[in-house]
């Protein structure tokens, strides 16, 4: 070996060994020289200042052999003030190795990168600000032209290992968990960069508070990639990217370029054959809970254009993809809505469609296209349907079970039918939705409460714009024949139907529908109808019918009446806004009347029969031969007691077999509540029967206002005479006007006693103007009173007045006002009981003249509980008078009766008994008055009546004037026969 080559290799050699001690001395002293408290000085300061953080580090190690590394540990960058005491960055340790030989040739190479445990904590606060928002805020003198010092270092072994990532946004609740590790390389290509490598996620967890937890999960997914960046032409090339996951292939490759202008992307993508059934395994659980989705879907296409906003009218950034669905199904809610779907797809980025459908949708038949466009401003919508005949059950089932019910519906559905129109998101897109097409019913039926209600219904459907009809209906309801046709107009505004049915209907299954089972068994007959209806669906009750109702044999069962009501035959014909119905019969049992009446404003029922204030108006007429009131009414099967029985009880305060009149005639007539509509109308009945009453040509006219019932025109025969005048029954709960008084009471208005006060009326209050003439006065008075038949004879009564009413429409006594005239011709007082036969035993006054008089009678008032006299005029056959005073309506008497007394009768009375004086000259003076041309003269005698009716008290009270009239008139007689006897003889002297 020469020398040369000797010394050159004692040369190398000895520069290798020198550098090999370098190096070991490297090794073991430039780690003592720069401690970890001493490199953290170089590196945490710089740190802070760039954040505006602390920043905190465990160690920092150097190590030289056997490969140079940095090893950092415990590494912690703090939160933003505000968010809580993690750091907002912090690793467990991080590696970096470095290649020797360029290391001492002052050139750093790494050769290995490893970050161990990073955490990234992202929160965004309830203000929108997010934790890194601050972040190097204190740094505001870096330009973009300063470069990192590690720019340009080649990394040939990257990796990170259990990395995470954790979001979290307080403002919408919503939040990302990612776990996952990474190994990759980043290596010059000349002045450009390639990398390539692998990411491995191994979760991510998406939490959307409006669908659930854990609304997205990803296991296990992996992706690869291969790119090469040219910073200088501001390009990348992706040369492979990979997304491999349990459902789901992802390939793409393609260019990013002018990312140093205006960046532009050019990237092609596929998909294998993804199984619906795993995407379902990992997308929000709410939004394919019970769907059970099956098939498979792949895709393939290109993305292109600028990613920035265009300018100059140039084109945007554009995506094109197509696919096929292949085997698609769903389920909704256990039924199977969708299977063996296949399709083609198209997508964009403001667009997406799926055209050549076809599959079965719930067991029938599916075809058709979908297709939407404009999704990024207001999406519009292109629908294209036609189906097989679906299953009407299986429709049901999308709706919810309270609705469905017992429905239990049955048939089927066949549709051919587009919509256009925007994507409907609220009420006002839904109603700017165009559909149109037809279909057809077939065999359809619904059940309600267990009655079959539809049975075998066809009939035919159009759709039209936002109209759908319902044409040539035909079936069955309730087991009878109906058809018409439907037509409904702003389907998704405010909806219109107009229709017409026609048909029978059977009423008691009719009634069955909507009564309890007892009700429906007392119903019977049918109805033959033909109605048009027209109105909003929202509001049923505002729907206007009109046609013809026709019943036929109609009973129904009615609460007031002994027996139903019948109606053989009868016409309603609705006018849209009420009814009219012509003269038709009414029976309950053996009672009938005919009956015709018109309704307006009845429709809508919520306001014609509304609580407070009510639009309905009603006219009627009602005629009857003969009507029995105690036949139609059910009170005689409990009771024996008529109403003026109760009227006599109550105002004379008596009890009914130990039970009050107000608790009975409450029960009886407690319910009687005025409606608040009003009613005009006419009555007129031949013979109305009301034991004990009786009125034989009975008419009068109604009106009926807002609770108050006003009987106008009464005129009717009863008790032998004649009955007419007025009435008025108010429940509206105002005062009542005082009675007025009429022309022959104008006497009792201006006297002491007075007009007939005012009084409140309660609930219920009666008004009355009556004439009664040359009725029977006993029949009357033993009627309407407990005196029994006291007075015989004709009756003359003409009264006006008012009372409040009890609850069972009983007069209140403290209440009861009349003013009036009341005769009595031609009739007898009864000797049995009361004041005549007071004055028949007390005072012997001859019975004939009270049995049997011309004449009792005069103005009288009912004030206070008090049937009030002023100067009653008495004509007997022997002897008249006057009588005042005052009948309690409770039976107590206070009367005075001014006789004209002849000295005939006072001669054979009892009145010289009580006059006094025992001598008996008085009795000797009144015979022999008596007995002569003075017995026709008249006597007044005054007499007061007191007590009650049953038991008056007799007393006379001019007992001195009748004495001094006696005396008087015997002084009188003898000196007039003195006359006579000087008188005579001077004559015949």
């Known amino acids: 070996m020469p020398s040369r080559t000797r010394r050159a290799l004692k040369w190398g050699g000895g520069l290798l060994g020198g550098l090999a001690v370098l190096v070991l001395v490297a090794a073991l002293v430039l780690p003592r020289l720069f401690t970890s408290e001493q490199l953290k000085g170089y590196v945490v300061p710089p740190l802070e200042e760039a954040t505006g953080r602390q920043v905190e580090i465990d160690t920092i190690g150097l190590r030289v052999l056997p490969t140079p590394a940095v090893q950092v540990t415990g590494f912690r960058l703090a939160n933003a003030e505000g968010y809580g005491p993690a750091p907002a960055v912090e690793a467990r340790a991080l590696n970096v190795n470095v290649a020797l030989w360029p290391l001492v040739l002052l050139n750093i190479r790494p050769t290995a990168v490893a970050l161990e445990a990073p955490v990234v904590r992202y929160e965004v606060g309830e203000d929108g600000a997010t934790n890194f928002d601050d972040l190097g805020a204190a740094d505001t003198t870096a330009t973009a032209d300063e470069e990192s010092p590690l720019a340009g270092i080649p990394v040939s072994n990257f990796g990170v290992s259990e990395a995470r990532l954790r979001y979290t946004d307080r403002s919408s609740g919503q939040a990302l968990n990612v776990d996952f590790d990474a190994q990759l390389n980043a290596l010059p290509d000349g002045a450009a960069l390639t990398s390539a490598g692998t990411v491995d996620l191994r979760s991510v967890r998406a939490l959307l508070p409006s669908v659930g937890p854990d609304t997205l999960v990803v296991q296990e997914a992996e992706a690869s990639y291969d790119v090469r960046l040219d910073p200088a032409a501001g390009r990348l090339d992706l040369r492979r990217l990979e997304l491999d996951t349990a459902p789901l292939t992802l390939s793409a490759d393609g260019t990013l370029s002018g990312l140093n202008e205006r960046p532009t992307v050019a990237l092609t993508f596929e998909t294998g054959p993804t199984d619906l059934a795993e995407i379902a395994g990992f997308v929000p659980a709410a939004a394919v809970e019970g769907l059970n989705p099956q098939g498979s879907v792949a895709l393939e296409g290109s993305l292109s254009g600028p990613l920035s906003e265009t300018i100059d009218g140039a084109e945007g950034l554009s995506l094109t993809a197509t696919g096929q669905l292949a085997e698609a199904g769903a389920d909704y809610e256990g039924t199977a809505l969708l299977r063996d779907l296949s399709a083609d797809l198209s997508l964009g980025l403001d667009s997406v469609a799926v055209r050549s459908v076809d599959g079965q949708l719930l067991g029938a038949s599916l075809a058709g296209g979908l297709s939407v466009r404009d999704l990024g401003a207001e999406p519009q919508i292109a629908l294209q349907l036609k189906t097989g005949a679906m299953n009407v059950a299986d429709l049901a089932a999308f709706a919810p079970p309270e609705q469905v019910g017992e429905y239990a519906p049955q048939g089927t559905l066949q549709l051919d039918a587009s919509a256009r129109g925007p994507l409907p998101s609220d009420a006002a897109a839904l109603q700017a939705l165009t559909i149109n097409g037809a279909g057809r019913l077939a065999g359809v039926g619904v059940d309600y409460k267990g009655e079959a209600l539809l049975r075998d219904l066809r009939a035919g459907l159009g759709l039209s714009g936002t109209a759908a009809s319902v044409q040539n209906l035909d079936g069955q309801l309730l087991g009878r024949s109906v058809s018409g046709a439907v037509r409904v107009r702003d389907l998704f505004g405010s909806p219109q139907v107009d229709g017409q049915l026609a048909g029978t ?80 019969a009414v029976r309950s049992g053996s009672e009938t009347v005919t009956l015709q009446t018109r309704m307006r404003d009845l429709f809508p029922v919520s306001t014609g029969l509304a609580e407070s204030d009510p639009a309905l108006s009603a006219t009627f007429t009602l005629t009857s031969d003969r009507l029995d009131l105690v036949a139609l009414y059910p009170e005689a099967q409990d009771s024996d007691v008529t109403y003026s029985q109760l009227f006599a009880a109550h105002l004379s305060g008596s009890s009914m077999d130990g039970t009050s009149p107000e608790d009975v005639a409450e029960t009886l007539y407690g319910d009687v509540d005025l409606p608040a509509y009003a009613v005009d109308g006419r009555v007129e009945i031949g013979t109305l029967l009301n034991e004990p009453q009786r009125f034989d040509d009975l008419a009068f006219d109604v009106q009926m206002d807002d609770r108050r019932l006003d009987v106008q025109n009464l ?141 009792l009678g005069g103005p009288f008032a009912i004030e206070n509980g008090q049937f009030r006299l002023k100067a009653w005029d008495f004509g007997g056959a022997r002897f008249d008078g006057t009588l005042d005073g005052a009948l309690g309506l409770g039976g107590g008497v206070d009367l005075e009766l001014r006789l004209e007394l002849p000295l005939s009768v006072l001669n054979d009375s009892g009145v010289p008994a009580r006059l006094g004086g025992g001598d008996g000259q008085l009795g000797s003076l009144l015979s022999t008055l008596a007995g002569g041309d003075a017995g026709a003269e008249a006597v007044p005698v005054t007499v007061r009546l007191s007590g009650t009716m049953r038991e008056p008290a007799v007393k006379i009270l001019n007992k001195d004037a009748i004495t001094s009239k006696i005396q008087s008139m015997a002084k009188e007689e003898g000196l007039n026969r003195l006359r006579n006897l000087f008188g005579g003889d001077g004559e015949g002297g």
């Open 505 to 584: 209907a059977d009423l008691p299954r009719l009634a069955a529908l909507a009564e309890d089972e007892a009700t429906a068994k007392s119903v019977e007959g049918e109805a033959d109808y033909d109605v048009r209806f027209e109105g909003p669906i929202d509001a049923p009750d505002a729907i206007r019918p009109t046609g013809t109702v026709r019943l036929t044999d109609a009973q129904v069962p009615y609460e007031s009446f002994r027996a139903p009501v019948e109606i053989p035959d009868a016409t309603v014909q609705l006018t849209g806004t009420g009814l009219s119905m012509d003269r038709f």
């Open 715 to 855: 005129t009717a025969t009863t008790y032998g005479g004649t009955l007419a005048g007025s009435l008025t029954l108010d429940q509206r709960g105002t005062a009542s006007t005082s009675a007025a008084s009429n022309s022959e009471s104008v006497l009792l208005a201006s006297n002491a006693l007075g007009q007939a006060p005012r009084v409140a009326a309660p609930a219920s209050a009666l008004t009355y103007d009556v004439e009664l003439r040359e009725a029977e006065a006993g029949a009357v008075i033993d009627d309407w009173t407990t005196l029994g038949r006291l007075v015989t004879g004709t009756l003359t009564l003409d009264a006006d007045g008012e009372t409040a009413l009890t609850e069972g429409l009983l007069p209140q006594a403290d209440a009861f006002t009349a003013i009036g005239q009341s005769l009595v011709a031609d009739g007898g007082l009864s000797l049995n009981v009361g004041p005549a036969q007071a004055l028949v035993e007390a005072l012997n006054l001859p019975s004939a003249s009270l049995k049997q008089f011309e004449r």
